[in-house]
């Protein structure tokens, strides 16, 4: 006589509840069909406002007394819970007596600790922050909006402690320090705004030169995807699927394994082809003469709104000039430029340490509102390439474009620099031209 399918039985483990103990061997409890709550318990006001995970493990059990071959069997999840703020969701740990805190670790290795971050934990931080600050080079690439980062403390220890955090905002400013021998460096001081706030203190580092980590200090650790669990579950399809179809339009391929800490505010009343600040030449050029100590601690206002590329400063038969945001003289990089603001910042002492009288030439600029132009194009399999070349209807004002998209879930945008060049905040992201004569890109 065959093994039939009702011979074989899901079977409750030792321990049928969210705790650390829980799951475990087999036993002789068969979970009886169709009775209500004998695998999960009811769900509770509490549970419904804040969200939970309960976890249970179930033993498949072939009883019977013949002795044909078992094939195997599988297991399926054939209707989907009728709350939609309900999911069932299997996965298999692979282990006949493993605990429910095995479990919860498989689920949480999603992400996984990476190397160090190129930065340090800017001085202490304490439990409850929502916001965490790291040191870093003003060349490195900054953390991006929705990456999830990892502080450790006292790595490799007994009491080691961890806490994932995911950034919501990020924001950097360039600071100069001083070392201990009176020299000045620049670093990137990054703020980064966290989804949940940091639940443990965790011990920084002040700033260094070389960025170096004091005894005992918090270690920053970017993270890998692991995805060291497979899931399945079911969702309804959006269109009915026929016999010998080869596709199937489902819902969704998502599922809930852990409740959402996060809230998302939508904006309203904003415009998709929203206003685009540019600035404008208002006239000829200005030549006037500034007589400052224009050193690296002290920048140069030139009275307003500068017309990108317009800039010329002389002094002692120096002469630096504006590209792209950035001031150069003989090639070099000296400075910055603050367009909007009118405002010019040194990164060395190119005119020394000392006053002088400056020869500042510049065209005065404004900002008017201006309605933006869109163009999309569409990635296809047919269309994809590493270089795409188009012309915009309009010539595009200097600073004003930007081209976004979007590869495995992640928005990049390049930006028009004011000279013509496109970029990103890394190279990896991609480069480009624009002709501002034509408008081609």
Do not use: C
Not at 105 to 131: C, D, F, K, T
Not at 425 to 440: D, E, Q, R
């Amino acid at each position: 006589m065959p093994i039939l399918a009702g011979d074989i039985k899901l079977v409750a483990s030792q321990v049928m509840n969210d705790v650390p103990e829980g799951g475990g061997a087999p036993t002789s409890t068969v979970i009886a069909d169709g009775v209500s709550n004998a695998i999960f318990p009811d769900i509770s006001e509490l549970d419904r406002a804040g969200g939970r995970v309960n976890l249970r493990k179930l033993h498949v059990s072939v009883q019977t007394a013949d002795t044909d071959t078992y094939m195997g069997s599988n297991i399926i999840v054939a209707e989907p819970p009728a709350d939609p703020n309900v999911s069932v969701t299997l996965f298999s740990t692979d282990s006949t007596f493993d605990r429910r805190t095995a479990a919860a670790s498989r689920v949480e290795s999603y992400l996984n600790r990476g190397p160090l971050w190129p930065g340090i934990l800017y001085e202490n931080h304490i439990a409850g922050q929502r916001s965490v600050q790291i040191l870093q080079e003003v060349s490195t690439e900054l953390p991006a909006i929705g990456q999830t980062l990892v502080l450790v403390q006292y790595e490799g220890l007994s009491n080691e402690v961890q806490q994932y955090i995911r950034t919501t905002a990020v924001e950097s400013v360039t600071r100069t320090f001083y070392d201990d021998g009176g020299n000045t460096y620049n670093k990137a001081v990054v703020t980064l705004s966290i989804s949940d706030a940091l639940r443990t203190d965790f011990t920084g580092s002040p700033a260094t030169k070389a960025l170096t980590l004091v005894t005992n200090a918090a270690k920053m650790r970017d993270t890998v995807v692991a995805d060291a669990g497979t899931y399945v579950g079911v969702v309804p399809l959006s269109q009915t699927a026929s016999i010998g179809d080869f596709t199937v339009n489902a819902t969704s391929v998502y599922s809930q394994l852990v409740p959402s800490a996060q809230t998302e505010i939508p904006i309203t009343d904003v415009r998709t082809n929203g206003l685009s600040a540019a600035l404008v030449a208002t006239g000829a050029p200005v030549v006037q003469s500034i007589s400052m100590g224009f050193t690296t601690s002290t920048s140069m206002f030139v009275g307003g709104p500068i017309y990108p590329g317009s800039l010329s400063i002389v002094r002692d038969g120096v002469t630096a000039t504006d590209a792209g945001g950035l001031l150069i003289s003989a090639a070099v990089e000296v400075g910055q430029v603050d367009y909007d603001n009118g405002i010019v910042s040194l990164s060395t002492n190119v005119w020394g340490s000392g006053a002088g009288t400056h020869t500042v030439t510049a065209t005065p600029a404004t900002v008017p509102d201006l309605i933006s132009h869109q163009r999309a194009i569409r990635v296809t399999a047919e269309s994809r390439a590493l270089n795409y070349t188009l012309v915009m209807v309009d010539v595009p004002v200097p600073r004003t474009l930007s081209i976004s998209y979007l590869a495995q879930g992640r928005w990049y945008v390049l930006r028009d620099d004011g000279t013509g060049k496109l970029i990103g905040i890394s190279s990896a992201y991609g480069v480009g031209t624009l002709n501002y004569s034509t408008g081609s890109v």
